[in-house]
C-alpha cells in the first residue's frame, strides 16, 4: 500500500512526513517546532511534505513532551465582559492577542466570574489547564496578581492598573504624555476650558488614566493656567451611566472641550451631542484616546491619542511566554503613542 492509501484511510503521522520528506522524524519535529537547526532546503522539503499529507501535529503529543496544555488564560471580571462586546479597544486588543498566542502555538480562553479578587474566582483560575493568564479586568486585579505570584502562577496585565513599582508585567504605553499631547494640542487651539472624562472603578481614576492626568496638568502648567480637579469627571465607563454622566456635565457647565479616555464613553458622548443639538467641532471640540482604527470609523472622524494595539498584544504574549519560560522580564521603555489630528478638533474661536 503507498503512502497516498494509507493516508486514505487514517491520520497522516510524524513518520509519514518523515517518509514523504526523506528525513527523520526528529527533524519534522524540529521544523515543526521552529528550530533553526535546520537547513533551509531540508525545512522545505518537510513543510512541502506537511501540506500535501494536510498534517497536523498531535496538541495532546506535544502536551505529553512540554509539560504544557498550549492554553492561555483571558482573566475578564463580569462587570467588565460587556467591553469585549461594546468597546472596540478590547475587542482589537482581543482579536490581536489571539492572532499572536495562536502564530506561538497556544489558544486563548476566557475566564470570568463577579469580580476579579474572590476566592472562588481564584479557585476557577487554579483549576484550569492553562499555562499562565492575561488580566484584562481593572477591578480586582492587584489582589488577583498578588494571589497568583504567591501561587507562583505567571500572569500579565494588558495595561497599567497599579502604580505599585514590582507590577512590572503589562504593556507599558506612556500615559504622562498622551495625557500631555492631547491637552497641549487642546490649548494650542485657543481652548482653556477643557475637561477630562475618564474611566473609574468605585468611583476611583484607574492607574492609566492617573498617569495621564499628571499629563494633562503639566501641558495646563507651560501655559500658566490651572488645570482644576472639578475639571476631572469620573464615570463608571458603561455607555447608559457614561450618557447620564455627559448629560450632567453639559447640563450643568458648558466646557468648550472634552477629552475623552475610553471608546464607550466617547460613543455615549457624541449620541448625547446628536441627540441635543450640539455640534462637533463647531460648539466644542473632541478628542479621544485608543485605537485610531476605531476613531476614524466614527461621525466626525474623531482625533485621537492612538495606541499600537499590535504591539502591546505582541508584547503582551511575549512577556507571559517568558515567564511561563522563567526568563527574566526586563523593563523597556515606555511606547509612545501619536496624536491623529481629524474632524473632531477646531480653534476656538475660529
Same mark, same amino acid.
Given at each position: 500500500?503507498? /503512502?497516498?492509501?494509507?493516508?486514505?484511510?487514517?491520520?497522516?503521522?510524524?513518520?509519514?512526513?518523515?517518509?514523504? =520528506? #526523506?528525513?527523520?522524524?526528529?527533524?519534522?519535529?524540529?521544523?515543526?517546532?521552529?528550530?533553526?537547526?535546520? #537547513?533551509?532546503?531540508?525545512?522545505?522539503?518537510?513543510?512541502?511534505?506537511?501540506?500535501?499529507?494536510?498534517?497536523?501535529?498531535?496538541?495532546? !503529543?506535544?502536551?505529553?513532551?512540554?509539560?504544557?496544555?498550549?492554553?492561555?488564560?483571558?482573566?475578564?471580571? !463580569?462587570?467588565?465582559?460587556?467591553?469585549?462586546? %461594546?468597546?472596540?479597544?478590547?475587542?482589537?486588543?482581543?482579536? !490581536?492577542?489571539?492572532?499572536?498566542?495562536?502564530?506561538? $502555538?497556544?489558544?486563548?480562553?476566557? /475566564?470570568?466570574?463577579?469580580? =476579579?479578587?474572590?476566592?472562588?474566582?481564584?479557585?476557577?483560575? #487554579?483549576?484550569?489547564?492553562?499555562? $499562565?493568564?492575561?488580566?484584562?479586568?481593572?477591578? @480586582?486585579?492587584?489582589?488577583?496578581?498578588?494571589?497568583?505570584?504567591?501561587?507562583?502562577?505567571? %500572569?500579565?496585565?494588558?495595561?497599567?492598573?497599579?502604580? #505599585?513599582?514590582?507590577?512590572?508585567? %503589562?504593556?507599558?504605553?506612556?500615559?504622562?504624555?498622551?495625557?500631555?499631547? !492631547? =491637552?497641549?494640542?487642546?490649548?494650542?487651539?485657543?481652548?482653556?476650558? /477643557?475637561?477630562?472624562?475618564? @474611566?473609574?472603578?468605585?468611583?476611583?481614576?484607574?492607574?492609566?488614566?492617573?498617569?495621564?492626568?499628571?499629563?494633562?496638568?503639566?501641558?495646563?502648567?507651560? %501655559? $500658566?493656567?490651572?488645570?482644576?480637579?472639578?475639571? /476631572?469627571? *469620573?464615570?463608571?465607563?458603561?455607555?447608559?451611566?457614561?450618557?447620564?454622566?455627559?448629560?450632567?456635565?453639559?447640563?450643568?457647565?458648558?466646557?468648550? =472641550?472634552?477629552?475623552?479616555?475610553?471608546?464607550?464613553?466617547?460613543?455615549?458622548?457624541?449620541?448625547?451631542?446628536?441627540?441635543?443639538?450640539?455640534?462637533?467641532?463647531?460648539?466644542?471640540?473632541?478628542?479621544?484616546? $485608543?485605537?485610531?482604527?476605531?476613531?476614524?470609523?466614527?461621525?466626525?472622524?474623531?482625533?485621537?491619542?492612538?495606541?499600537?494595539?499590535?504591539?502591546?498584544?505582541? *508584547?503582551?504574549?511575549?512577556?507571559?511566554?517568558?515567564?511561563?519560560?522563567?526568563?527574566?522580564?526586563?523593563?523597556?521603555?515606555?511606547?509612545?503613542?501619536?496624536?491623529?489630528?481629524?474632524?473632531?478638533?477646531?480653534?476656538?474661536?475660529?
Amino acid at each position: 500500500m503507498t /503512502i497516498k492509501e494509507e493516508i486514505a484511510i487514517k491520520k497522516p503521522t510524524i513518520h509519514d512526513v518523515a517518509e514523504r =520528506a #526523506k528525513v527523520t522524524p526528529s527533524t519534522v519535529s524540529r521544523v515543526m517546532n521552529g528550530s533553526s537547526l535546520v #537547513k533551509p532546503k531540508t525545512r522545505q522539503r518537510v513543510l512541502d511534505a506537511v501540506q500535501s499529507l494536510s498534517y497536523v501535529p498531535s496538541r495532546t !503529543a506535544r502536551m505529553f513532551k512540554s509539560g504544557k496544555s498550549g492554553i492561555l488564560g483571558l482573566v475578564v471580571s !463580569a462587570q467588565h465582559i460587556s467591553e469585549l462586546v %461594546y468597546n472596540a479597544g478590547f475587542q482589537s486588543l482581543f482579536k !490581536a492577542l489571539t492572532e499572536k498566542a495562536h502564530a506561538e $502555538g497556544y489558544n486563548l480562553l476566557i /475566564i470570568t466570574s463577579a469580580r =476579579a479578587d474572590s476566592d472562588s474566582f481564584f479557585d476557577v483560575i #487554579k483549576s484550569q489547564a492553562a499555562d $499562565g493568564f492575561i488580566i484584562l479586568s481593572p477591578s @480586582g486585579s492587584e489582589v488577583l496578581a498578588s494571589k497568583l505570584e504567591e501561587a507562583g502562577i505567571p %500572569y500579565v496585565f494588558n495595561m497599567k492598573y497599579s502604580n #505599585k513599582p514590582e507590577d512590572l508585567y %503589562y504593556a507599558s504605553y506612556d500615559d504622562v504624555e498622551a495625557g500631555y499631547i !492631547a =491637552a497641549k494640542y487642546l490649548l494650542d487651539l485657543n481652548h482653556t476650558d /477643557i475637561r477630562f472624562i475618564v @474611566g473609574s472603578i468605585n468611583g476611583s481614576v484607574i492607574s492609566f488614566n492617573s498617569d495621564r492626568i499628571i499629563g494633562v496638568k503639566k501641558a495646563f502648567e507651560e %501655559y $500658566g493656567l490651572p488645570f482644576q480637579d472639578d475639571s /476631572i469627571v *469620573r464615570v463608571p465607563g458603561q455607555m447608559e451611566e457614561s450618557y447620564d454622566a455627559i448629560h450632567q456635565l453639559m447640563t450643568a457647565q458648558k466646557p468648550t =472641550a472634552l477629552m475623552i479616555s475610553n471608546e464607550t464613553t466617547t460613543v455615549a458622548a457624541l449620541n448625547y451631542f446628536y441627540d441635543y443639538g450640539y455640534r462637533v467641532p463647531q460648539d466644542l471640540s473632541v478628542i479621544g484616546f $485608543g485605537p485610531a482604527d476605531f476613531y476614524r470609523r466614527l461621525r466626525p472622524n474623531l482625533t485621537s491619542v492612538s495606541f499600537d494595539i499590535a504591539w502591546s498584544s505582541g *508584547r503582551i504574549v511575549d512577556m507571559l511566554l517568558q515567564r511561563i519560560e522563567g526568563v527574566p522580564v526586563l523593563p523597556e521603555l515606555p511606547k509612545k503613542p501619536e496624536l491623529v489630528i481629524r474632524d473632531s478638533t477646531a480653534r476656538r474661536g475660529g
